[in-house]
């Protein structure tokens, strides 16, 4: 039989699922021997009964009766009574702590009557009338929907104390009036209406957003505690306070918090009244103090973690109210699991159950000081996190300009291209007006370490006049200095002061100079010990190649050669594309292959004894080609003052309008591109070959892969993989240097995952590219869904998290499930790894680990981030 309410005396905290958080770790501290005041648990289960049917479980009515008669007979005291009513708080407790977004009604059982009782058992009218005035306005608020503002238009009147009676009526006539009825007398009725009220706060719009938010399950429900009052305002001898076992802002040891004197709870949560630093209670009530240390102790030797706690002290008696695990600031995380694992609490395996790949992140990038910062320009999406200054640009020349004399800039675009790449590079940060997440933008920016913020919709961009404007009409011109928050998503004007990272520095340099370095650099340590997933890097210079090394990458597993062929080197791309004969392409390739060839070589020397995965090119040529309408501009802007247009700006026009896709993404790219472009492929792959002999040369252990992308059936992989395996013999043969490279592919597309057994047999290694299998599987743009439909489809709860950013389990992550059996069962011992921006996200780290992934690949500076991860996957799976 389903049981519905368990008394504190019942439970415990592992029944958290059943007893909400709240509840269970009060029954905790009720086993504990703590002092906490009696009370009850009403579960999750009634909540979702009462949401699913619109009523309350038939049984529920009989057990709290019973429970709260149990409770009258062991306080000796009973709701109702007019002498020495028992009051009662009710207050929510999900799963998952929600903080401040359910609801909470306090003195529950006070009327006409009761309220006399109190003053008369009390000593004190004040504060028996204001604890009625505290009913009617959350029970009028909660219960039956009244504005809070008119209850608190009438309080502000009405300051002195002594008129709490007359605040009493008049609440009482706005509850009257506003929800057409009388403010019920009968106490029991009261109670029963108040947690009917706590249990619907879960549907609550602020609770559904922080779900959503948070990622938590929207059909988990909430408990409510039903628990005696204790009050914290009966005199200079009582107060109310919040203690943490450990600074949960810094990590360091000692008693933390804050108390109120002569105050309860909601006097703290609301900041109406200063509240002073918890150690000055010792010089105020010195046994409460100590009482709460030991008290605190007990705790943190118990649940071996830091502990948020809520008290009350009434008359120099103290009560426990609340415990639950603290949240903490990145940095007090890593310091708190190092302090345990010292102190002996926690093993040094236990570390990675305490810290974050999230965490990590933050503590990664410097930060802004924002304490006397004026209010930002806008706020757009936090996309690659940082904090940069510099002056605003336009356009990726003006970028590349200025950051070439010294000045640091900020590139700010309506939304980036690859032409931006430049001055991307040479940027700070880049701010775009629009994309999301996983744009173009974000994509590039985190892989190389800059800040940037994306979908500034706010923001009305105007590049051919150089400036922004705001929402309030701040016009912000070019040259202005503004700084960019990549980790809140808020633009400033001006410079805020930067706080370095001493993280950073210890992984760029080795230097483990602060106990938080040291404490991050211990975390890592365990993460490698666990891990079964290898970590690669996403980079393609040897600049990157080398960054990704000292943040403890394993290889790279994605080389992009497209971003070779940017810059200075367009002009040969141009040269291939725009050739009129055979013998003019072979010649702009043989240009080409010297240029690939030192790329190679450089990188597989930063990498040298690791793998790298070299990626042939796979966007389309019309992206190394100018703009169509600035191409077709220029050249009628000649013709109209009768001079003869450029006649390498009309052939352009022409390759541009002969390549010209209306959808490129599916287009002529990929393998693809490789088949029909005769000697492309052919030129890179012998540029990978000679990279290796030389770098064998050298005394250098070059471990080279080539892959073949967007293949769709194993024709396409298997002429590919001719004529590179034939180019690669030709180089072995010329230079007597065998310079045998494994060939596989990239599976981005349904069809490759779903005939991966075919394909498996003609590859050495499979890459998944989860960026495109999720365009493609989705039929969604990246950019143009995060820049338009996808935020409301956030925002309504249709995603609960975009599947550009965590893999989608049930669509992309079944191909790939699919791909790992199927392309495994065709060809034992296959290699498999991820290189999609997947690859740095913690949630889909597990999985990857779980499927049997041999590895995930990721940007250089998510790469501690995501080994990290890879040890959390296996740690919790123990």
Excluded at 109 to 127: H, I, M, P, Q
Excluded at 543 to 559: H, K, N, V
Excluded at 722 to 743: F, K
Aim: aromatic letters at 6%.
């Amino acid at each position: 039989m389903i049981r519905y309410v368990y008394d504190f005396t019942d439970g415990g905290q592992a029944m958290a699922n059943l007893l909400g958080g709240k509840g269970a770790h009060l029954a905790e501290m009720t086993r504990m021997g703590l002092p906490v005041p009696p009370g009850f648990t009403i579960t999750t289960q009634a909540c979702r009964s009462l949401l699913s049917t619109g009523h309350e479980p038939e049984q529920l009515t009989d057990e709290l009766a019973e429970h709260l008669a149990a409770l009258e007979e062991s306080m000796g005291r009973h709701l109702g009574d007019p002498n020495d009513p028992l009051l009662l708080s009710v207050r929510s407790g999900a799963q998952r702590s929600m903080p401040g977004m359910m609801e909470t009604i306090l003195d529950v059982g006070l009327n006409d009557t009761t309220v006399r009782g109190l003053a008369e058992v009390s000593g004190n009218a004040d504060f028996a009338w204001d604890s009625y005035r505290r009913l009617l306005q959350m029970y009028g608020a909660t219960v039956l929907g009244v504005d809070l503002n008119l209850f608190a238009t009438v309080l502000a009147a009405h300051p002195d104390p002594h008129e709490l009676p007359l605040v009493v009526e008049q609440f009482k006539e706005i509850i009257r009036s506003t929800a057409g009825e009388e403010f019920p007398q009968d106490p029991a009725g009261q109670l029963r209406r108040a947690v009917r009220a706590v249990f619907h706060s879960w549907n609550g719009e602020r609770a559904k957003v922080y779900r959503r938010r948070e990622h938590i399950a929207e059909d988990l429900g909430t408990a409510v505690t039903v628990q005696v009052m204790v009050y914290g305002n009966l005199g200079p001898d009582s107060g109310t306070g919040v203690a943490f076992t450990h600074d949960p802002a810094t990590g360091h040891e000692g008693i933390y918090g804050d108390y109120l004197p002569n105050a309860q709870g909601e006097d703290v949560v609301s900041g109406t009244r200063n509240a002073i630093p918890l150690k000055q209670l010792e010089r105020i009530d010195s046994p409460s103090f100590h009482q709460l240390q030991d008290c605190l102790l007990s705790l943190t030797k118990h649940y071996r973690d830091l502990c948020d706690t809520e008290f009350t002290i009434e008359r120099g008696k103290l009560w426990m109210l609340q415990t639950r695990i603290g949240k903490r600031t990145a940095e007090a995380a890593f310091r708190i699991a190092a302090h345990f694992v010292d102190e002996d609490v926690i093993t040094p395996d236990e570390v990675l159950g305490r810290v974050t790949g999230e965490q990590l992140g933050q503590l990664m990038f410097p930060r802004f000081d924002t304490a006397h910062a004026e209010s930002p320009l806008a706020v757009g999406i936090p996309a690659s996190p940082g904090a940069a200054v510099g002056a605003a640009v336009f356009d990726s020349h003006e970028a590349v300009s200025r950051a070439g004399l010294g000045e640091d800039v900020v590139l700010v675009r309506r939304e980036t291209s690859p032409d931006d790449l430049p001055g991307m590079i040479a940027a700070r940060a880049v701010l775009t007006g629009r994309g999301g997440k996983t744009s173009h933008a974000a994509v590039v920016a985190r892989g190389m370490g800059r800040v940037c913020v994306c979908g500034t919709e706010t923001l009305n961009i105007d590049p051919s006049a150089r400036a922004f404007t705001t929402a309030d009409g701040t016009r912000v011109t070019e040259g202005t200095v503004i700084s960019v928050d990549g980790t809140t998503g808020a633009v400033h004007l001006g410079a805020l002061p930067l706080v370095e990272s001493d993280v950073m520095r210890y992984f760029e340099y080795g230097e483990e100079t602060t106990a938080l370095s040291a404490a991050v650099a211990h975390a890592l340590e365990r993460a490698d010990h666990a891990r079964r997933l290898g970590v690669r890097a996403n980079a393609d210079t040897p600049e990157d190649a080398a960054r990704a090394r000292r943040f403890g990458a394993s290889g790279i597993g994605l080389c992009r050669t497209e971003h070779m062929f940017l810059g200075e080197r367009r002009h040969l791309i141009e040269t291939m594309i725009l050739a009129g004969t055979e013998a003019d392409r072979r010649q702009a390739l043989d240009d080409l292959l010297p240029l690939q060839r030192d790329d190679f070589t450089d990188i597989l020397a930063a990498m040298d004894g690791l793998p790298v995965t070299i990626r042939l090119l796979d966007p389309p040529l019309h992206e190394f080609l100018p703009d169509r309408t600035e191409l077709t501009e220029r050249i009628a802007a000649r013709r109209a003052t009768g001079t003869t247009p450029d006649p390498h700006d009309v052939r352009l026009l022409a390759a541009v309008t002969r390549l010209d896709e209306h959808n490129p993404m599916l287009g002529l790219r990929g393998v693809r591109l490789g088949l029909v472009t005769p000697g492309l492929y052919a030129m890179q792959a012998r540029a990978v070959g000679e990279a290796v002999a030389q770098r064998r040369r050298d005394g250098g252990e070059p471990h080279a892969e080539i892959m073949i992308p967007l293949v769709a059936t194993t024709r396409e992989l298997s002429r590919a993989r001719e004529e590179v395996t034939a180019v690669l013999t030709e180089v072995s043969t010329a230079t007597g240097i065998d310079v045998h490279c494994p060939i596989g592919t990239m599976i981005e597309l349904p069809r490759a995952a779903l005939t991966a057994g075919p394909i498996a047999r003609h590859a050495d290694f499979f890459s998944l590219g989860t960026n495109d299998l999720t365009q493609t599987t989705w039929g969604l743009s990246r950019d143009d869904a995060e820049a338009s439909f996808l935020p409301a489809y956030l925002a309504q709860g249709i995603c609960d998290v975009s599947p550009f950013e965590t893999l989608d389990l049930d669509g992309v992550g079944r191909l790939v499930a699919i791909a790992l059996e199927e392309g495994r069962a065709a060809h034992p011992g296959l290699s498999v790894g991820v290189c999609g921006e997947h690859g740095g996200d913690p949630e889909s780290i597990r999985f990857f680990d779980t499927a049997g992934l041999d590895y995930v690949s990721c940007s250089p500076y998510r790469v501690p981030i995501a080994r990290l991860e890879a040890g959390r996957a296996r740690y919790f799976q123990r």
